[in-house]
């Protein structure tokens, strides 16, 4: 059983490599499936630090599985996009978060 526990940390990798490739795609499913893919390999990560008694690790994959929850949960293809901000509605050729008018002390 120990070895099996040992040999956790190499699908942990592998998962947290793919993972980090998948959440960078422009596809928000895709990049919905990175973030439970992280989760998986935050799971597979605390199974096997608890194993090692690699404390710092199971703090830290705490941590991150609490992140990629939140993105996970924020990044649901099924979900509607909220309202974009006043910047992202800037006019063409506007830098977002500047207005296409001029503001009054430059006039």
């Known amino acids: 059983m120990s070895e099996l526990i040992d040999a956790l940390q190499w699908p942990a990798m592998a998962a947290t490599l793919v993972a980090s490739w998948m959440v960078a795609s422009q596809r928000k499913r895709k990049r919905n499936l990175g973030f439970w893919l992280f989760i998986l390999s935050n799971v597979l990560w605390l199974a096997w630090g608890w194993h090692?008694?690699?404390?710092?690790?199971?703090?830290?994959?705490?941590?991150l599985f609490g992140l990629n929850l939140r993105a996970a949960r924020k990044n649901d293809p099924e979900q509607e996009a909220p309202d974009a901000p006043s910047a992202a509605r800037a006019s063409p050729g506007t830098k977002p978060g500047h207005s296409a008018q001029p503001s009054s002390s430059a006039r």
Do not use: R
Not at 52 to 63: D, I, P, S, V
């Open 52 to 63: 090692a008694k690699a404390w710092a690790l199971m703090a830290l994959q705490l941590g």
